[in-house]
C-alpha cells in the first residue's frame, strides 16, 4: 500500500510523509532481504540435493531401475540401442542409462554422482567391467565426476577378489559397492548385499498383482521347470516327486542342459506354471539364490527353498551365520525353507488339506511382503547414496 501514498506525496502534503519514507525504505530492505534468504535457501536445497546418473551395463540394473525404482524407460522397446529414464527419489535426481549405445566416452556424463551397474559373473564379463571402472577412474581424475558407486551381479561363487583393489577402503576410488549373493566382505558400511532379483536378461516383466492372482483357484500343488544337472540334488528332488506319484499333481518339466535364452513359448509355459501353482519348488544351482525365487513371488507362488549352502567361498563369517539367502532370512521373508528334498511329502500332504481361503490369505501375504521388500531395498538404496555423497551438515 505504501506506493499509493508516495504518488499521494507527490501531489499534495503529506504529514506523514517522512514516516512513509522510512517505512517504504524499510519495507525495501526487509523484501530484499527475503529475496537473499530466498536465494540462499534455494542455491542451498541445490547444493544439498543429489544428481546421481546409473550407467545399466549388466541386465541386474533393469531390476533396480524398472522393479525396484518402479521407473520407466525411454523407448520401451527391449532391444533399442539406446534407452534412458529419470526419477525424483528422497533429495536426489536419479537419471538411467542402458542399452549397447551406451560406451565410454560417447554419451553425455551430467551427474557428478555414478552408479556403474556391472556384470562380474566370468572373466569375459569382468574384463569389460574393468575397461568400465577405469573409465569412470578417469572422469573422477579429470574431476568430471565425484563419486562412484557400483552395484555388481557378483560371482556366484562370490569369488570377487578382481573389483577388491578399486574399494576405497583399499586405496581405491569406488566409495560404495552393493553386490549379489552372501559375500563375506558384505559389512553394511561400504559393501552392501543386494538382491539377485528376476531375470530381467530374458526379460521378465513387472507383475502387477490381480483379482484372479489372488482369489482364483491354482491347478497345480507345485511346480519345477528347469535344468537338471547330473549328481545333484535336483535328480533327489524329481525322483521324489516320482515315488508318490506327486509329479502328477506338479507342474514339472525337467531338461538336461542349461538354455540362457528362451523362446516365447517356453516363457509363456513357465509364467503359467507359476501363475498356476500354489508352490515353486526352488533347488539349489551353483548358488542357493536364483531368479525364481522372485519370479515365484512376482505371481504369488510360495518359494519352496532348499536352504543348503553351495560349494564357494560365500557365506562363511560371522556377518552371514544365517547364510544361504541372509538378505532374504533378515527381512523375514514367508518362503518355506527346508534342508532336505525328502521333507516334500509332507509339505504337499499338508497343501491338499489347506483351503482356498488360506492359500488366499497366504498369496496376500507373500504380495505384500515382496512389494514392501522392494520398497526398502529402493530406500536402503538411496539412503546409503545419500548419507555418503551429501556433504555432511552437522557442523
Known amino acids: 500500500g505504501f506506493t499509493d501514498h508516495v504518488a499521494l506525496g507527490n501531489e499534495e502534503w503529506n504529514p506523514w510523509d517522512a514516516d512513509e519514507k522510512n517505512e517504504l525504505a524499510a519495507s525495501q530492505q526487509r523484501y530484499e532481504a527475503n529475496l537473499k534468504m530466498i536465494k540462499y535457501a534455494r542455491s542451498h536445497l541445490e547444493q544439498t540435493s543429489l544428481k546421481v546418473q546409473i550407467w545399466g551395463k549388466a541386465a541386474i540394473g533393469l531390476y533396480l531401475w524398472q522393479h525396484i525404482f518402479g521407473g520407466h524407460l525411454e523407448p520401451a522397446d527391449v532391444t533399442a540401442q539406446w534407452r534412458e529414464g529419470s526419477q525424483k527419489a528422497g ?6 542409462l542402458t542399452g549397447p549405445s551406451v560406451v565410454p566416452g560417447y554419451f553425455p556424463v551430467e551427474a557428478e554422482h555414478v552408479v556403474l551397474v556391472l556384470n562380474g559373473r ?10 568400465w571402472l577405469r573409465y569412470a577412474r578417469t572422469l573422477l581424475e579429470s ?82 521347470l528347469g535344468t537338471v544337472y547330473k549328481n545333484s540334488s535336483r535328480e533327489t528332488l524329481i525322483e521324489i516327486l516320482k515315488q508318490d506319484g506327486l509329479d502328477k499333481l506338479c ?37 542357493t539364490e536364483c531368479y525364481r ?31 544361504p539367502l541372509q538378505l532374504l532370512k533378515t527381512m523375514g521373508a514367508p518362503f518355506i525353507f527346508i534342508k532336505n528334498w525328502k521333507e516334500l511329502p509332507a509339505i504337499l500332504e499338508k497343501e491338499k488339506k489347506m483351503s482356498l481361503e488360506e492359500k488366499i490369505q497366504r ?3 507373500l504380495l505384500e511382503w515382496y512389494r514392501n521388500f522392494k520398497a526398502w531395498m529402493r530406500q536402503k538404496f538411496i539412503n546409503t547414496l545419500e548419507n555418503s555423497f551429501l556433504p555432511n551438515d552437522k557442523g
Open 251 to 287: 507342474w514339472i518339466a525337467a531338461r538336461e542342459q542349461w538354455q540362457p535364452q528362451e523362446t516365447n513359448a517356453s516363457f509363456k509355459n513357465y509364467q503359467d506354471a507359476l501363475l498356476q501353482s500354489d508352490l515353486t519348488l526352488c533347488p539349489v544351482g551353483i548358488n
Open 122 to 131: 566370468e572373466p569375459a564379463k569382468v574384463a569389460y567391467a574393468a575397461q
Open 293 to 323: 525365487i522372485y519370479e515365484a513371488c512376482s505371481y504369488g507362488s510360495l518359494p519352496v527353498i532348499e536352504d543348503v549352502m553351495t560349494l564357494g567361498d560365500c557365506g562363511n563369517s560371522s556377518m552371514h551365520h544365517s547364510a
Open 91 to 96: 533429495k536426489t535426481y536419479f537419471s538411467f
Open 363 to 365: 498369496r496376500k501375504k
Open 143 to 224: 574431476r568430471r565426476v565425484r563419486r562412484v558407486a557400483v552395484l555388481l551381479l557378483g560371482s556366484e561363487q562370490c569369488r570377487n577378489a578382481w573389483i577388491q583393489p578399486y574399494l576405497k577402503r583399499n586405496g581405491g576410488f569406488v566409495s560404495l559397492l552393493f553386490i549379489t549373493y552372501d559375500y563375506t566382505l558384505v559389512n553394511e558400511e561400504d559393501i552392501f548385499q543386494w538382491p539377485l532379483g528376476v531375470a530381467t536378461y530374458r526379460n521378465f516383466p513387472v507383475v502387477e498383482p490381480s483379482w484372479s492372482m489372488l482369489h482364483d483357484p491354482r491347478s497345480y500343488l507345485c511346480n519345477f
